[in-house]
């Protein structure tokens, strides 16, 4: 009933049940289907089970999903890891979510299997997915030849740490870029999000505000040059003393400004609406 546009019949319901009952079986010797069904996320398993049956509303609904504590999309959360991963590699990251969607339902490589078809159904879908792409990349990251098989999904492998000059760099750059995005207007928060947060094009952008490509090109320049002026201050008078203080807080921005709250798909969306646009929710995935 909480997911009436998803179709699923009862043939097709009872194969997946079995198949996901044997799944986590193969973790848990002993175990009954009394004590798998009273752990079973039954919303979750059933979205999952949709999608790989091709239902097209159960994509959507994936697509849409929110995750975490500040409810930011599951691409979102997916692109913040990418982030971390790789850090001032803007087209790896891009291309490390892509890749990932289009092996939830076709394998990576011959003999695999597709992430979604793994689900078990006894964790929440979104942290799980989340947990599986870090561990995918973690792993691709830690191998040197090869294709690695997807990692075990029970425990997260750690992201790349940050040695402590980087963490005490990285607090310093958050506090500088934090008071400077509460010094953007409302013009510039979107332009920001739809730019550097949702990656548009200055076509794109000027086409969705129905403004010339030229004044988006001025604006996002100057938008810009005013971060990395103000931040770069910031870090000098705290004894910056790295030769490439742009690319840090280029690559820095990137990881800041998908958490930020106010570049939420909620917050972009009521100010578009503000400036009487509409724009579907999931436009970002």
């Given amino acids: 009933m909480q997911l009436p546009a998803v179709g699923l019949s009862l043939d097709r319901s009872r194969t997946h049940l079995e198949r996901t009952f044997g799944i986590f079986g193969a973790k848990t010797p002993g175990l009954n289907w009394e004590t798998y069904l009273a752990n079973l996320y039954p919303l979750d398993w ?37 982030v971390r991963l790789y850090p001032r590699d803007e087209e790896r990251q891009e291309n490390a979510v892509t890749e990932f969607w289009s092996h939830l339902i076709i394998s990576e490589s011959p003999g695999s299997i597709p992430v979604l078809a793994r689900y078990d159904g006894q964790r929440p879908l979104a942290p799980w997915l989340i947990r599986v792409f870090q561990n995918w990349h973690v792993s691709h990251l830690r191998s040197h030849s090869g294709v690695q098989a997807l990692p075990e999904d029970d425990l997260a492998m750690p992201l790349p740490e940050r040695t402590d000059g980087e963490a005490r760099w990285h607090d310093v750059f958050c506090l500088a870029a934090r008071e400077w995005l509460g010094e953007v207007s409302d013009n510039e928060l979107l332009l920001l999000g739809l730019r550097w947060r949702y990656r548009l094009s200055q076509r794109e952008v000027a086409h969705l505000l129905n403004v010339h490509e030229g004044t988006i090109s001025r604006q996002t320049d100057k938008l810009r040059d005013h971060a990395l002026e103000t931040i770069s201050k910031k870090l000098i008078s705290e004894g910056w003393s790295g030769d490439d203080i742009e690319s840090f807080i280029l690559t820095e921005m990137g990881s800041l400004l998908v958490d930020e709250p106010r570049l939420s798909a909620d917050q972009l969306t009521a100010l578009l609406k503000r400036k009487g646009i509409s724009i579907s929710e999931d436009r970002g995935s």
């Fill in 46 to 82: 059933f979205l999952c089970c949709g999608c790989l049956e091709s239902d097209n509303r159960a994509w959507e609904i994936l697509f849409a999903t929110r995750t975490g504590r500040s409810d930011c999309l599951l691409i979102d959360a997916l692109r913040a890891r990418a």
